[in-house]
T-cell receptor, first 116, second 113 residues
Framework: DQQVKQNSPSLSVQEGRISILNCDYT??????FLWYKKYPAEGPTFLIS?????DKNEDGRFTVFLNKSAKHLSLHIVPSQPGDSAVYFC???????????????FGQGTILTVHP | DGGITQSPKYLFRKEGQNVTLSCEQN?????MYWYRQDPGQGLRLIYY???????QKGDIAEGYSVSREKKESFPLTVTSAQKNPTAFYLC????????????FGDGTRLSIL
């Protein structure tokens, strides 16, 4: 059972435009969400996160939006740059007063290609 | 520089052999994790550990074993019981508390000869 889904395997965007990556989840207990960026043969790098008490979090060119009623989150990258080309994973966790040990459930990833 | 070190980068295993993947962190993180990534798939949790001498099975623990004798180290053994061991293995660590991201090493690619 895929609890976190990224339904778009790939996305192609022109440099300078907005990239929007989407993620859906089914477990209503998830209350902390993260986005990671991954280059080939490297480990994922943490980008940005959001707690379920918020609906938006911004960090420079990256903004994450959370729609709890739709169980949907998205990552906006503005403006997109060729160096943003990578695989992007969304992830989610259940905060349980520290007893979940920070376990994450990952989506399948979306390959973003930003063309010059 | 603080970080997570995985070694080796590439590893080859013969059929029927056990192999051990190393993971060391100097971030003073309490929790450590092992994931497996297969082509076109997300990361799947193999084992995780919150404190020294304690660890828990993740979603795909069969055929794997771990130990946590030191806070900094969390080695993963891929045993001969793992039927499809070829994959990219990633180690991560975190403070292990709510709303804390995990930080990853650069992975080990295991292939079967």
């Amino acid at each position: 059972d895929q609890q976190v889904k990224q339904n778009s395997p790939s996305l192609s965007v022109q440099e300078g435009r907005i990239s929007i990556l989407n993620c859906d989840y089914t477990n209503s207990m998830f209350d902390y969400f993260l986005w990671y960026k991954k280059y080939p043969a490297e480990g994922p790098t943490f980008l940005i996160s959001i707690s379920s008490i918020k609906d938006k979090n911004e960090d420079g060119r990256f903004t994450v939006f959370l729609n709890k009623s739709a169980k949907h989150l998205s990552l906006h990258i503005v403006p997109s740059q060729p160096g943003d080309s990578a695989v992007y994973f969304c992830a989610a966790s259940v905060n349980a007063g520290g007893t979940s040990y920070g376990k994450l459930t990952f989506g399948q990833g979306t390959i973003l290609t930003v063309h010059p | 520089d603080g970080g997570i070190t995985q070694s080796p980068k590439y590893l080859f295993r013969k059929e029927g052999q056990n192999v051990t993947l190393s993971c060391e962190q100097n971030l003073n993180h309490d929790a450590m994790y092992w994931y497996r990534q297969d082509p076109g798939q997300g990361l799947r949790l193999i084992y995780y550990s919150q404190i020294v001498n304690d660890f828990q099975k993740g979603d795909i623990a069969e055929g794997y074993s771990v130990s946590r004798e030191k806070k900094e180290s969390f080695p993963l053994t891929v045993t001969s019981a793992q039927k499809n061991p070829t994959a990219f293995y990633l180690c991560a660590s975190s403070m292990g508390r709510d709303n804390q991201p995990q930080h990853f090493g650069d992975g080990t690619r295991l292939s079967i000869l």
